[in-house]
């Protein structure tokens, strides 16, 4: 990562879990030990449903490219697959607006998140 992507962390955090490597920052062993990364189909609810409950969502510049209902479907599927306070990052170019009130927009220094509640009305309730 460049000095960029790290325009609103606390310097502590940075420290602690990105070392630097070559005039750019990577996230330290420990701390890549304990992500999983994985490949699928964003609309396979019951695939997806495998991976269990995750803290943290990046979907970047990805729900851009479908329709109305294809954006809910892989929102409510997020949504389903998050814990309580979990985080969905979407590119800058994204947003829940007309797909989803389910959502806490989270605001930081130059980003914004959404966050689902640690308490949430289920089965898509919040889907627009």
């Not at 309580?84 to 130059?110: A, K, V, W, Y």
Request: charge should be positive; proline fraction near 2%; glycine fraction near 8%.
């Amino acid at each position: 990562y460049g000095e960029a992507s790290f325009r609103s962390t606390d310097p502590q955090q940075k420290a602690r879990f990105f070392t630097e490597h070559e005039g750019k920052w990577r996230v330290k062993d420990e701390v890549r030990s304990l992500v999983s990364i994985s490949h699928l189909n964003l609309f396979d609810s019951s695939r997806i449903a495998l991976l269990g409950k995750m803290d943290l969502i990046f979907c970047r510049n990805v729900i851009i490219y479908f329709d109305q209902a294809g954006k809910k479907s892989v929102i409510e599927n997020f949504f389903q697959r998050l814990v309580p306070d979990g985080f969905l990052l979407l590119g800058h170019s994204e947003s829940l607006i007309n797909l989803s009130t389910s959502f806490q927009l989270r605001h930081f220094q130059h980003d914004m998140v959404y966050q689902k509640p640690l308490t949430s009305i289920q089965s898509g309730g919040g889907l627009l």
